[in-house]
C-alpha cells in the first residue's frame, strides 16, 4: 500500500468495526430477555449505521485511495477525518435519541460530506481504465443510494411510515449501497489485487446488472411478473459476468479464491431469490431478510477487508469464524428446525453464534489496533 495511508487511516474503520458488532452482540442478548423497559429500535440504528458507514465505507475507500491513486492528499485526509466524526456522533446519538434532530444531523453531514471525498477521489483515480471506469460507476451509486434517505422526511410529514414507499426508500439506499457502491469497489479492489483483466463490455454488464438487482427490493412490496423478470435477467447477467473471470482464479491465492466463491454464491442465491416462491417467503419471513444481509456482510465483506490487513490472521480465527458465521445463519434460516432438534430459544442460540463472531472480530481488530507495525 501507499506509504502514507499509515495505520492511524485503518484506525478508523477498525475500531468502529468493533464497536459496531459488540453493540450488534448487546442487541442479540437483548432478544433473549423476555421483557424489556426500552426499545431496540435505537440501538438496532446505531449499529448498522456503524457498520455500514463506520466499518465497510470507510475500510473500502481506503483501499481505493491506496490502490488507485498517489496518495490520500491532506486536504481529503480532513474530509475522512471530519466523516470520523460524524459516525462518532451517529453511533451515540442514535443511541440517546433515535431518528431525531441531531442523529439527522450527523448523518446528513456524513452523507454531504462523502460527496466531496468521493469527488476528490474521482478526480485522482488512476490506473487500469475499466478499473477506474468501475470505481466510479460505484461513486455514482454512492450518490444514487442518497435518495432513499431523501425520501424518508417527505414521507415522515406525509404520515406514510407504514407505506410500501417508506420501506422501498430504506430498501433503495441499502441496495445501491451493498449491491451498489460497496461490492462495485470489493470486486475492484479484488481485480487489481489478483491481476485479473476485465473488459470495458463486463464493466458495463457488471453496473446494468447490479441496477436492475433492485428489483428484488420492490418485489418486497409489490407483485408484477415484470419486477421479477427483471430481477431474474439481472441476476443471471451478474453471474455469468462473474463466471468470466472463473480461469484467472485458479492462479490466485486460496483466500482471494474463496472470496470469488462467496461471490459466486451471493450470484446464485440472488437466481434463487427471483423465484416467486423464495420471494414470498422472504416478504412474510423477517429472519430471511436478516440472514441474507448478514451473509453479505459478515460472509463477504468482513472477510475480504481482513485479507486486505497488514495484521497476519491466525488460521484458527479464520475456521471459528467461518463456523460461527455458518451457525448464525442457519439458526436464522431454519429457526424451527434447530428448537426442535435442540429444545434451545432461537434467541438464545443466535446470540451464543454472535457470541462467536464478535470474539473473532475482537481478537482481529483488537490485534490491529495495537500492533506497532505500520501498514507499508
Known amino acids: 500500500m501507499k506509504s502514507n495511508l499509515k495505520k492511524h487511516l485503518w484506525f478508523y474503520p477498525i475500531i468502529f468495526g468493533f464497536l459496531g458488532a459488540f453493540l450488534g452482540l448487546i442487541i442479540r442478548y437483548f432478544f433473549t430477555q423476555t421483557s424489556l423497559s426500552f426499545s431496540l429500535k435505537n440501538l438496532i440504528h446505531s449499529h448498522s449505521h456503524v457498520m455500514l458507514l463506520g466499518f465497510i465505507f470507510n475500510a473500502l475507500t481506503v483501499l481505493l485511495w491506496s490502490h ?13 477525518l471530519a466523516l470520523q466524526v460524524c459516525i462518532g456522533g451517529m453511533l ?30 474521482w478526480r485522482r483515480l488512476e490506473g487500469n481504465k475499466q478499473l477506474v471506469l468501475l470505481i466510479k460507476i460505484g461513486i455514482i451509486f454512492h450518490f444514487i443510494s442518497s435518495i432513499g434517505p431523501y425520501c424518508l422526511g417527505p414521507l415522515m410529514v406525509l404520515n406514510l411510515q407504514e407505506s410500501p414507499w417508506y420501506q422501498q426508500a430504506i430498501f433503495f439506499y441499502l441496495h445501491f449501497q451493498y449491491f451498489g457502491a460497496f461490492l462495485v469497489w470489493l470486486l475492484v479492489i479484488f481485480l487489481k489485487r489478483n ?20 428489483a428484488h427490493s420492490l418485489d418486497y412490496n409489490f407483485d408484477h411478473w415484470l419486477i421479477q423478470f427483471v430481477g431474474g435477467t439481472s441476476s443471471i447477467l451478474f453471474l455469468v459476468t462473474l463466471f468470466n473471470f472463473l480461469k484467472p482464479i485458479k492462479h490466485i491465492r486460496r483466500p482471494y479464491q474463496i472470496v470469488y466463491y462467496v461471490l459466486i454464491i451471493v450470484g446464485v442465491f440472488n437466481i434463487i431469490g427471483s423465484s416467486p416462491v423464495i420471494a414470498s417467503l422472504v416478504e412474510n419471513n423477517h429472519y430471511l431478510l436478516i440472514a441474507w444481509l448478514h451473509f453479505l456482510f459478515l460472509g463477504l465483506f468482513i472477510p475480504f477487508i481482513w485479507l486486505e490487513l497488514s495484521t497476519k490472521i491466525n488460521s484458527n480465527i479464520w475456521v471459528f469464524y467461518s463456523l460461527f458465521v455458518i451457525i448464525s445463519e442457519a439458526v436464522l434460516i431454519f429457526p424451527n428446525v434447530l428448537y426442535g432438534l435442540l429444545k434451545i430459544p432461537i434467541t438464545w442460540l443466535l446470540f451464543v453464534a454472535y457470541l462467536g463472531v464478535f470474539c473473532c472480530i475482537a481478537i482481529v481488530h483488537l490485534k490491529f489496533v495495537f500492533a506497532k507495525k505500520i501498514i507499508s
Do not use: E
Open 68 to 80: 488507485f491513486s498517489k496518495g490520500i492528499d491532506s486536504l481529503s485526509k480532513k474530509y475522512y
Open 92 to 121: 451515540i446519538m442514535f443511541i440517546i435519541q433515535g431518528y431525531a434532530l441531531f442523529s439527522i444531523i450527523f448523518s446528513t453531514l456524513h452523507l454531504w460530506i462523502s460527496y466531496i471525498f468521493l469527488i476528490r477521489l
Open 195 to 214: 491481476s485479473i483483466v476485465i473488459s470495458i463490455k463486463n464493466v458495463l454488464i457488471i453496473g446494468i446488472s447490479l441496477i436492475g438487482l433492485y
